[in-house]
């Protein structure tokens, strides 16, 4: 099983860009989590995607020519 990101870490997008981890943030009524994370390149964008699709397979039918297996892997 794959550990789940932590804060101030770097973890690459299978479509080959770094982003830092943030934190990782429940939701108060579901309690699903999410990761916060910004693009290493432009830190002033955010973004929140919830942790089992950060942390979910890349869909090889859709982007055949990917090389990572997971959607976002640590760097």
Not at 47 to 62: H, V
């Amino acid at each position: 099983m794959r550990e789940n990101p932590k804060a101030h870490e770097i973890w690459r997008h299978f479509k080959n860009n770094d982003y830092e981890i943030i934190t990782v943030a429940e939701h108060t009524e579901t309690g699903e989590k999410f990761v916060i994370y910004k693009p290493v390149n432009n830190p002033e964008r955010h973004y929140a995607r919830p942790l089992r699709m950060f942390m979910s397979e890349t869909d090889m039918r859709k982007y055949p020519k990917a090389v990572q297996r997971y959607r976002f892997e640590k760097k």
